[in-house]
């Protein structure tokens, strides 16, 4: 099982999306500090995932949910998530 992934820095509230096959490990990697190009936004937060039975199909998905359309359609189905976030801020 492959997994698509959303994180969200608690810091700058920016998202990171990525694909793994271990998601439990590729987080702590993250939020260690291990993955240069996330270190300088640490702590992050686990918001979004996805299932895949392919690492072609996890690919795939991550790229489209980079895309401008992939971005809105997070946004609309973390909107509860994010209204919350933006109140307690």
Request: charge should be positive; include cysteine; proline fraction near 3%.
């Amino acid at each position: 099982m492959y997994y698509v992934y959303v994180l969200q820095s608690l810091k700058d509230r920016k998202f990171y999306t990525g694909f793994t096959d271990d998601l439990e490990r590729r987080v702590k990697e993250h939020n260690n500090g291990d993955e240069p190009s996330t270190r300088p936004r640490i702590p992050f937060g686990l918001v979004y995932i996805e299932g895949c039975l392919s690492k072609k199909d996890a690919v795939a998905r991550e790229k489209q949910l980079k895309t401008g359309r992939g971005k809105k359609y997070l946004r609309d189905r973390l909107r509860y998530y994010l209204e919350a976030w933006n109140k307690g801020a």
